[in-house]
């Protein structure tokens, strides 16, 4: 049953429509739990679209087996996926930096109210996003420490290869995880991929995480399989990698290994006098599990993330 959200008219007799997918058994007892499944927040983060179809398709697939209700928001910024911008366009606003909105406020403040108001209530939301057009990720769940209790057991379920628990001095309270967090609604943030990309073997990942899930909340009584492990950092250390010299970054490994410290994982090279402008190294021993997709490379862009310790 696909609904609106909240509509809000444009210029030129256009609208602002954020949209929902609502599936569920054709007799509700009224005792269901309830699951929402967003993404999109930002316009060039497109790994969800994949997951919200193939979570569409799987449900339709064996309708009989959804005994709870599953709540699919594909696009929370539909102008931004429509124009491939990370932001709200027309407003230069990044959509998770304004919740908890304001109904009575500006229009994107009153969107993002009307879509904490829609969600609110529900026993568990997954905010799916990519990376940025920079960054590849590994599929991970990011945490705030003073949530870690209430959801890391729904992460060591959703399939995933990370939990990363971020300290709270780190958390963002205008985002969307953060503002139904903090009405009651537990939500795990995804980070998986890259932006303006869709890696299709991610998206299968999660969303066979995502039926583990719903099966462990009683929504969905089909197969599925048994989640990995994920390796979970509540107190890991994490070496950031930033670039000291502008110019084009080559990786010299893959990402998602093990590297050492001071081992190499790629140089910044100089196009102009064919010169090697750094030698990029890992400041910790650990898993590389963030690394630079895009090439080119100003003082201080981020290369790549390292979690401290043994693993794989």
Known sequence: MIKTVVSVGLPVDENLRVMKNVLQPEKLAGTEKR???VTGTHGDELEGQYVCYEVNRRIQEAK???????????ALNPLGVDSISRGIPMFDLDMNRIFPGNEDGA???????????????ADLCLDIH???????????????VNTAQTLIPFARRLNLDFVWVHAAATVLESTLAHSLNSIGVPTVVVEMGVG?????AFCQQLTDGIFCVMK?????????????QPIISEDGEVGFVNASAPGIFVPCVEHWINVERGERI????????GTVEEEVCSPIHGMLFTLREYPVVSCGSLIA????????
């Open 130 to 144: 990519a990376s940025n057009i920079f960054l590849r990720e590994i599929p991970q769940a990011r945490i705030n």
């Open 64 to 74: 009989e087996c959804l005994k709870g209700i599953v709540e699919i928001y594909p």
């Open 35 to 37: 699951i929402c499944i």
């Open 196 to 200: 303006m990309r869709i890696t299709e």
């Open 107 to 121: 229009v994107a403040e009153h969107v993002a109210a009307k879509v904490v108001q829609d969600i609110a209530g």
């Open 305 to 312: 993330r390292v979690l401290g310790g043994d693993y794989r």
């Open 266 to 273: 790629g140089r910044i090279l100089n196009p102009l006098d």
């Open 216 to 228: 462990d909340m009683g929504i969905w009584t089909g197969e599925t399989i048994e989640p990995k």
